[in-house]
């Protein structure tokens, strides 16, 4: 039987180098084919991370003998001669300061095994032993990861181990100077939220308000598959997003973005970045079943080298969506009206995509390895979010669930019954298995209602059922500087000089020749200055405006006619005049009393 060890090291942290050795044994001689994965699962993009590769050679383990190692295309390599035992070591850049990579300096390292760890074709199911190995002496760090340990140092360096290839790389690791553990317990299984990085959070709040909020998603299963789990949290200036594990998740969280207890004790509530932070954290954590267990069949099969394109993404993403704002309202650290809001900021968001004309949910999910992760000037107008209109059609598909089995079905159920035929055995799920699940467990004919909303353009009815949940739903033209030149211009510029980011489909600028990268110099031969919505009112709908712009070193003037109305906003309220029972349809929705705001 083959093993594979793997030997880490954090070589030259100044230099951001980090070596990574894997000692191969085989059952009998064979001249094995490595590869190096091209993604990282829950990212769906080729990320070619050979690219950071700066050496590769290879031993025979029994002699200490050169073995040539010869590439066969950007990510595999393949020994020139047979062997049973050989040593192959890779040296690595290490600076992705992403949730996706690998990272090292002077403070700090973080590993994702994907970005690093060579696989052993034919070999990937052999148990896996990893000696994590400290840095050079002068620095004082510790280490965390949930690898298993086997034995490890007082700062947890040492020797761990997987029970495959597959579970090796689902199993990041960070260490440092800077490293809080905040542990807290979700239905007896310890948790921790691990910071990284300097800060000054309230960590008390935060363990208590992270409970509240995993408990309540593990609530939607009823079941924690977990023995342990955590957030590896990197505190930056300004970095935002997160990556799922099958029992932790990586995060970027700005500092400021953190609980603090002297403004919590100034104004009474949560400050909207924390809830922001704690909206990153529920939908990552749901991932620990809806995507980490409950696995689409075209990830699960997937060797990484190349695309695993699937049609039903947003049942992953889209839903996991809809249930992280959704955990935050069932956990109690945001109200009914917060919850509101934040679904009007998100039909808000979509509304203004003219994407959304343009690409179907099932589209968007097949082509995010094309578009959703390579934005670009022209993105508003061909892409829609698989996140964000696939939360809209989940909560759509949740409400018209409990309302036509008045409320013996709801998406709970289905996610539930998903875990049980799916998730808990690990077994791949089928393309559009969401949508045939949904249908069995309700009892409804659902064949047209995803036809229609996953293979055409038409909006998710996200807004169809509120009235019978007792909530208005409103929109009108937004008030601030944005929204007013991106409708009554139709484009959206760059932070600073007035310079064009894009230009929207079907807009005054767009018709008018105006170009993303163009720059605004005047309106009727008067400077645009800072206030441009302000030069705008002074125009009625339809106005002939005379533009001058530089398009790199031309100045070039060009004709608009300007539109009457800014771009829109959704708003969302309880509806006091609602009848009793649709409260109470909110209430068993939300999780909440009736009468709770």
């Given at each position: 039987m083959s093993t594979l060890n793997y030997i880490v090291t954090p070589v030259d942290p100044a230099a951001h180098r980090l070596r990574v050795t894997l000692q191969l044994s085989m059952a009998a001689a064979e001249a094995p084919t490595l590869h190096l994965p091209t993604w990282i699962p829950?990212?769906?993009?080729?990320?070619?991370?050979?690219?950071?590769?700066?050496?590769?050679?290879a031993v025979d383990a029994a002699d200490g003998r050169p073995i040539a190692v010869v590439a066969l295309?950007?990510?595999?390599?393949?020994?020139?001669?047979?062997?049973?035992?050989?040593?192959?070591?890779?040296?690595?850049?290490?600076?992705?300061?992403?949730?996706?990579?690998?990272?090292?300096?002077?403070?700090?390292?973080?590993?994702?095994?994907?970005?690093?760890?060579?696989?052993?074709?034919?070999?990937?199911?052999a148990p896996v032993k990893v000696h994590l190995a400290r840095p050079p002496a002068r620095y004082d760090w510790s280490l965390v990861t949930t690898l298993q340990p086997a034995e490890v140092d007082e700062?947890?360096?040492?020797?761990?181990?997987?029970?495959?290839?597959?579970?090796?790389?689902?199993?990041?690791?960070?260490?440092?100077?800077?490293?809080?553990?905040v542990p807290y317990r979700v239905r007896g299984v310890a948790h921790a939220f691990v910071l990284l990085g300097a800060h000054d959070a309230d960590t008390r709040q935060l363990a208590i308000d992270l409970a509240a909020v995993c408990n309540a998603q593990a609530d939607v299963f009823d079941e924690l598959p977990a023995e342990?789990?955590?957030?590896?949290?990197?505190?930056?200036?300004?970095?935002?997003?997160?990556?799922?594990?099958?029992?932790?998740?990586?995060?970027?969280?700005?500092?400021?973005?953190?609980?603090?207890?002297?403004?919590?004790?100034?104004?009474?509530?949560?400050?909207?970045?924390?809830?922001?932070?704690?909206?990153?954290?529920?939908?990552?954590?749901?991932?620990?079943?809806?995507?980490?267990?409950?696995?689409?069949?075209?990830?699960?099969?997937?060797?990484?080298?190349?695309?695993?394109y699937f049609r039903d993404l947003w049942a992953y993403?889209?839903?996991?969506?809809?249930?992280?704002d959704l955990g935050l309202v069932r956990a109690g650290v945001i109200n009914e009206q917060g919850y509101l809001d934040r679904l009007a900021k998100l039909a808000t968001r979509i509304e203004r995509t003219p994407g959304r004309h343009r690409q179907s949910l099932a589209q968007s999910s097949f082509d995010a390895w094309?578009?959703?992760?390579?934005?670009?000037?022209?993105?508003?107008?061909?892409?829609?979010?698989?996140?964000?209109?696939?939360a809209q059609l989940a909560l759509g598909l949740d409400l018209k669930i409990r309302l036509e089995?008045?409320?013996?079905?709801?998406?709970?159920?289905?996610?539930?019954?998903?875990?049980?035929?799916?998730?808990?055995?690990?077994?791949?799920?089928?393309?559009?298995?969401?949508?045939?699940?949904?249908?069995?467990?309700?009892?409804?004919?659902?064949?047209?209602?995803?036809?229609?909303?996953?293979?055409?353009?038409?909006?998710?009815?996200?807004a169809d059922y509120l009235g019978d949940f007792g909530i208005r739903a409103l929109a009108e033209p937004a008030t601030d500087d944005a929204s007013i030149v991106r409708g009554r211009m139709g484009l959206i510029l760059s932070e600073g000089p007035a310079r064009i980011m894009h230009v929207l489909d079907n807009g005054p600028a767009q018709a008018a020749g105006i170009s993303p990268g163009d720059r605004l110099i005047a309106f009727d031969g008067i400077e645009v200055g800072r206030e441009l919505a302000?030069?705008?009112?002074?125009?009625?709908?339809?106005?002939?405006?005379?533009?001058?712009?530089?398009?790199?070193?031309?100045?070039?003037?060009?004709?608009?006619?300007?539109?009457g109305d800014a771009a829109p906003e959704w708003h969302l309220s309880i509806d006091k005049t609602a009848d009793e029972a649709a409260h109470a349809r909110r209430a068993a929705w939300l999780h909440r009393e009736p009468g709770d705001s």
């Open positions: 829950g990212s769906y993009l080729i990320r070619d991370f050979a690219r950071h590769l700066l050496a590769i050679e295309d950007r990510s595999s390599w393949q020994l020139a001669e047979a062997v049973e035992r050989v040593c192959v070591t890779c040296e690595f850049y290490a600076r992705d300061a992403s949730v996706r990579a690998a990272y090292l300096d002077d403070m700090r390292g973080f590993i994702n095994f994907s970005s690093l760890a060579l696989r052993p074709a034919g070999h990937e199911h700062r947890r360096f040492g020797h761990y181990q997987a029970a495959n290839y597959w579970d090796l790389i689902d199993q990041p690791v960070a260490m440092g100077e800077a490293i809080e553990t342990r789990y955590l957030f590896l949290a990197q505190v930056t200036d300004a970095g935002f997003g997160g990556l799922e594990h099958r029992d932790s998740s990586v995060l970027q969280v700005p500092r400021n973005a953190l609980p603090s207890a002297a403004r919590v004790a100034s104004t009474g509530k949560r400050d909207p970045a924390y809830e922001n932070l704690l909206g990153l954290a529920s939908h990552e954590y749901f991932h620990l079943w809806n995507v980490k267990r409950i696995r689409p069949a075209a990830v699960a099969g997937s060797d990484l080298t190349g695309e695993a993403e889209g839903v996991t969506s809809y249930y992280d094309l578009k959703f992760y390579r934005p670009d000037e022209n993105t508003p107008n061909a892409v829609v979010s698989y996140y964000g209109k696939g089995t008045e409320g013996r079905v709801s998406l709970d159920t289905v996610m539930q019954a998903a875990w049980q035929r799916y998730g808990r055995d690990d077994r791949p799920v089928p393309e559009n298995a969401l949508a045939s699940l949904a249908a069995e467990v309700s009892g409804l004919d659902l064949v047209d209602f995803f036809d229609f909303h996953l293979q055409t353009t038409a909006d998710a009815p996200w302000r030069q705008l009112a002074r125009y009625p709908a339809g106005a002939a405006l005379r533009v001058h712009l530089f398009r790199g070193d031309q100045l070039l003037v060009r004709e608009m006619a300007l539109a």
